[in-house]
């Protein structure tokens, strides 16, 4: 028997569960029954009505997007048969009389050109077909008609023509912040075009000069160094795609040690511990290497004796973690902070903000760096990168063969 | 046993466990090893990685058992649990891989982009996952019974909080090692001890009637009846009885018991003389894991073999352990490659366990009686080879045993744990995985206590036909059908994976159905994943606006190689050079023109 009721207990909690997520889905706000008059009570119930068809326009006038917000916007108006129209066709008939469609996008060509509301009736074969007529209202953004609404009723009614010219307008508004949202989404992507990470032009500089002392006292050297400079510009300069995978990341830091090793030859050491799983990870281009090239400044400044770098990379669940840590001069907190606010510009490079800002764009606020910092101890970078986001893929293959 | 060997070997293998977890990352490197520390990980050690998360206590004690108990026929258990990759390698693992997801519910979202269609694979992944963590903890208490006599729940104890430390401590960080050395050592505990149980055997004269007639008593042996049960004769039977038979107390008198069906209660010790044939016992839902099923076998048993062999084929592709181990090949050709180099380690190892049930059957036939088949892998080797021989050999096959339930539980857990951190607990963040990590593993825990005597190994058969009916239409369809659509999808889900979900629990529950509904529920896959197929094609029919846009270049990104794709994109990008100079060239001559 107890075998039964365990059993039972197992077979329940997954109905359990999705009763749960349902109620949660469908929960209506707090029960209004004992509140308010009865005008009131209709405020919000048309409110209500209203918040609900709002999320689905927020995405812009698209037929699935009309057809999820047309229900909602039906009931508001409470007419038979409510309609959403773009310039070239309907996109959506919510209730009765759907056979009108193609009179009413024939009537409509006059309303969306000049934008302005109009009611007429309908010619309709069936006896019993309950659209007569047919009220319009223009969906404008930016005084641009973008489509139309159309509401269909028995009979002529004034108060119709009204409540959809408003109904209208409330939909204009949220079509004119889906175009806002769009304009920043693109506003973003721009941002982050803009944000692309550059090689800092003293890099480059000082690697030539390097290479440049090299040619005569070391001619193979100065070839190798030449190779490795060439790999690490190729990968800064390539233009396709936003991401790249940590394998070509490290790559690329390995060709920026050897050209940065070259210089300050055995003052640097730099250890590595890279867990072989998060290898493949997808993550913004050049968004390490800057880390590293901060540690390297930070840790040569100021110091005679050897700087001590870290590179880790771990492992964790759905996440791959990234540190990097320096046993260089480190940093008065305060003044990161506001170098990270963007107060004050920093000495050079592209340095932390930049990748901390693109960050954040791709994975959301959680995933910005996280700088553990004192004067005169060192400094550590940890870096959280999720292995899965909608979104993200690495350009191109991981490593040779 | 002796236990004086097998409980050192048991703690060994969780220390060396813990151990190359926590500290196989920290032998840093220079920069002048950069190549070796940043070389990613290549399909054989992947693939080695795979199959020690894969073989869990069900290959390592249950086929021996069932073998023994059953005889042949299930033979179709390791050949479907191997055949499983198969399917996975024609039909999955490359596109899986390019698709860039981690876990099953990242595939939904990126193949649908539906944050609902995410969550309610985020729910089966944790369904499918407690269901198979449950037979890893109960075959643990087993294995520590066998070795030590400690309560049944002791072993499962120690598993879930050894695996839930690991775990939340983050010391699976060298997963991929840890779970390699886990293969190469359950491999190992399981072919040497064979070896020699094969060679003890051959000196043995080499008894080859295993299969051939009802399996005899080798020599005259006493055997302790647990749990009360029915034996059904098919001949008359002289035994020595102490204990109660048919309701009548005996102390030590010889019975001769007509053919027929007779009750033992539980605590009876029968003692069988040399040459006896080993009757077969009837047992309700109180078997371990190799008779709990075995009802519904006997009454459909084409239907049974049918149903067996759909789950285990389909359903390895929806287990979430196995499906984020993908992630760490490189590149979908990788992914394929280590899905070969599967096939050939598991198909290797699945050769054993068969051995031991065969070797069961001469040595300890008296195992199908009592109940404790399972433990047929841990207790051959003293029964076969017998003094210090025996004991290292026993040592070294319980050292294996945990190795299975250790590395399964810890990939198992992780899974879930990273399914509940992501997709049910409020927000990510480290924290949020430990707190997952403990759900992961309480749930099965309190069920493994609750439901003590239950038949859950078949859990894990049961885990599979859930998880061929949920995960594989939505991995199939979503990779091979562009007109899949997120409705589809979870009504698919709901139906296929709902409806084998209620007949597991139903089946679980020991429902008292028989006859050809019963088959139905203990085998659900047979009409549970053509179910989920058809709901799934036929809704997504039904909505064809709701098609997420951008499929075509989602199935693309899902099938092109990764270098075509490379090549498109400089191809791309070169032509657009060229038409900005050409573009540049036509303004400079429009310049000289004016």
């Known amino acids: ?401 | 046993m002796n236990s004086a060997y097998a409980v050192p070997a048991v703690a060994l293998v969780v220390v060396a466990t813990v151990l190359v977890g926590a500290f196989g990352l920290r032998i840093s490197r220079t920069t002048s090893d950069f190549y070796v520390a940043s070389r990613t990980v290549g399909p054989r050690l992947n693939a080695a990685a795979i199959s020690g998360e894969y073989l869990s206590a069900a290959s390592f004690l249950g086929i021996a058992g069932l073998v023994l108990v059953q005889g042949p026929d299930m033979l179709w258990y390791p050949v479907g649990y191997a055949a499983g990759y198969l399917v996975l390698l024609l039909f999955v693992a490359a596109p899986l891989r390019r698709s860039g997801a981690y876990t099953l519910p990242d595939f939904a979202e990126a193949r649908l982009a539906s944050q609902a269609v995410r969550r309610l694979a985020g729910t089966f992944v944790v369904g499918v996952g407690w269901l198979y963590l449950l037979p890893q903890l109960q075959g643990a208490g087993l294995t520590l019974t066998v070795l030590t006599g400690a309560p049944d729940s002791a072993g499962g104890l120690i598993v879930a909080v050894v695996v839930t430390a690991i775990v939340a401590a983050g010391g699976m960080r060298s997963i991929t090692f840890v779970q390699a050395f886990q293969y190469w050592l359950k491999l190992t505990a399981l072919l040497v001890p064979a070896l020699f149980l094969v060679l003890a055997w051959q000196g043995d004269g080499g008894a080859r009637r295993a299969f051939d007639e009802p399996p005899a008593f080798r020599e005259q042996r006493s055997v302790r009846v647990d749990d009360t049960l029915d034996l059904r004769l098919d001949r008359p039977l002289t035994v020595t009885v102490d204990g109660t038979v048919d309701g009548r107390p005996h102390d030590g008198t010889v019975l001769r018991l007509p053919a027929g069906t007779h009750r033992i209660d539980a605590g009876t010790r029968l003692t069988f003389a040399r040459g006896t044939p080993v009757p077969t016992a009837e047992r309700g839902s109180n078997g371990g894991m190799s008779t709990s099923l075995a009802a519904g076998r006997e009454e459909r048993p084409l239907y049974a073999t049918y149903g067996l062999i759909l789950a285990t084929f389909l359903g390895t592709m929806g287990l979430p352990h196995v499906v984020v181990r993908f992630y760490t090949s490189p590149h979908g050709v990788a992914a394929r490659r280590t899905t070969v180099a599967v096939l050939a380690l598991i198909g290797g190892f699945y050769l054993l366990p068969p051995v031991y049930g065969a070797l069961g059957r001469v040595y300890a036939p008296e195992l199908a009686l009592t109940g404790d088949a399972d433990a047929a892998v841990l207790l051959l080797p003293d029964r076969v080879i017998g003094g210090l021989g025996g004991d290292l050999l026993g040592a070294l096959v319980a050292g294996g045993a945990f190795a299975a339930f250790l590395s399964t539980a810890s990939g198992l857990t992780m899974a879930v744990a990273g399914v509940l951190a992501q997709d049910v607990l409020p927000t990510r963040g480290v924290r949020h995985f430990r707190l997952g990590t403990g759900l992961a593993m309480a749930v099965p825990l309190a069920a493994s206590l609750l439901v003590g005597g239950l038949p859950v190994a078949d859990a894990v058969g049961l885990a599979f036909a859930v998880s061929a009916s949920s995960f594989c239409p939505l991995l199939v369809l979503g990779i091979w059908w562009r007109r899949l659509t997120p409705p589809g999808a979870a009504a698919g889900m709901l139906v296929g994976g709902g409806s084998a979900f209620v007949a597991v629990a139903a089946t679980m529950a020991g429902l008292p159905v028989t006859g050809g509904l019963h088959a139905l529920l203990a085998w659900p896959a047979l009409w549970s994943v053509p179910l989920g197929f058809l709901t799934m094609v036929l809704v997504s029919l039904a909505t064809p606006g709701r098609v997420p846009p951008g499929t075509a270049a989602i199935l693309a990104r899902f099938h092109l190689p990764e270098e075509l794709r490379a090549e498109e994109r400089r191809a791309t990008e070169e032509r657009r050079a060229t038409e900005e100079r050409r573009a540049a060239k036509d303004l400079k001559a429009r310049e000289i023109e004016a």
């Open chain 1, 1 to 401: 028997m107890s075998d039964f009721l365990a059993g039972l207990c197992i077979a329940i909690l997954p109905f359990l569960a999705l009763g749960l997520w349902l109620g949660r889905r469908t929960a209506r706000p707090q029960n209004l029954g004992g509140l308010g008059t009865p005008v009131e009570h209709a405020t919000f119930q048309t409110l209500h009505t209203a918040s609900l068809a709002a999320p689905p326009l927020r995405a812009g006038l698209t037929e699935e997007t009309a057809r999820r917000s047309a229900r909602r916007l039906r009931t508001l108006l409470g007419t038979d048969a409510l309609c959403l129209t773009d310039r070239e066709g309907v996109l959506t008939w919510d209730g009765v009389g759907g056979h009108h469609r193609a009179e009413i996008m024939e009537r409509l060509a006059g309303p969306l050109d000049s934008g302005r509301g109009e009611a007429f009736p309908l010619t309709c074969d069936h006896a019993d077909c309950p659209v007569r007529w047919a009220v319009v209202a223009p969906l404008t953004v930016d005084d641009r008609v973008h489509g139309a609404l159309v509401a269909c009723a028995p009979r002529e009614s004034a108060v119709l023509v009204r409540a959809a010219g408003e109904v209208a307008r409330w939909v204009s508004v949220q079509l004119e912040l889906a175009d806002l949202d769009q304009s920043r989404t693109k506003l973003i992507e721009a941002e982050i075009k803009a944000l692309r990470a550059q090689i800092s032009p003293h890099f480059i500089f000082n690697s030539l000069a390097v290479i440049a002392s090299f040619v005569r006292t070391d001619p193979e050297r100065a070839r190798e160094l030449l190779l490795e400079f060439a790999d690490f510009t190729r990968y800064s300069f390539r233009r396709h795609g936003d991401f790249t995978t940590l394998a070509d990341e490290l790559h690329a830091i390995d060709h920026y040690l050897a050209l940065v090793r070259a210089r300050f030859g055995d003052r640097l050491a730099v250890t590595l511990q890279i867990a072989p799983e998060v290898l493949p990870v997808a993550l913004p281009f050049l968004c390490l290497q800057p880390l590293v090239e901060n540690a390297v400044k930070h840790g040569l400044e100021g110091k005679a004796d050897t700087c001590h770098i870290q590179i880790t990379a771990q492992d964790a669940g759905a996440e791959a973690l990234v540190v990097i840590e320096d046993d260089g001069a480190g940093m008065d907190p305060v003044l990161l902070r506001r170098i990270l606010a963007g107060e004050v510009s920093p000495s050079g490079g592209i340095g932390l903000s930049n990748v901390d800002d693109r960050l954040r764009q791709v994975y959301g606020d959680d995933y910005g760096l996280v700088i553990e910092t004192a004067v005169g101890a060192g400094m550590k970078i940890t870096t959280r990168v999720p292995k899965y986001q909608p979104g993200v893929h690495s350009a191109a293959r991981v490593l040779p063969e």
